[in-house]
Nanobody, 114 residues
Framework: QVQLVESGGGLVQPGGSLRLSCVASRSMFRFTAMGWYRQAPGKQRELVASITSGGSTNYADSVKGRFIISRNNDKNTVGLQMNSLKPEDTAVYYC????????WGQGTQVTVSS
């Protein structure tokens, strides 16, 4: 059973930045396309950024130009640099495979508010 542990969330003012990190316990991580998801209260979980095993990235229109996803295959980690944050970015953020196939972790709360 793979474990995903997200960290780095917090309270930030609009326009601020945060960097999220996720560690995967699975050795197959380096061959797996990964993604960052978010779920706001009362809304469905959505994929906001993904990265292939080779490093190709894709972003939801809502975060394009503001968020940057990255990975370190040696450390089994995937990161999400979030810049120019907006109140509508407030959500619990999760990492998982690009198709959401592994067990979900606890997520990390991001709150953007003045």
């Amino acid at each position: 059973q793979v474990q995903l542990v997200e960290s780095g969330g917090g309270l930030v003012q609009p326009g601020g930045s945060l960097r999220l990190s996720c560690v995967a316990s699975r050795s197959m991580f380096r061959f797996t396309a990964m993604g960052w998801y978010r779920q706001a209260p009362g809304k469905q979980r959505e994929l906001v950024a993904s990265i292939t095993s080779g490093g190709s990235t894709n972003y939801a229109d809502s975060v394009k130009g503001r968020f940057i996803i990255s990975r370190n295959n040696d450390k089994n980690t995937v990161g999400l640099q979030m810049n120019s944050l907006k109140p509508e970015d407030t959500a619990v953020y999760y990492c998982n495979t690009q198709r959401g196939l592994w067990a979900w972790g606890q997520g990390t709360q991001v709150t953007v508010s003045s």
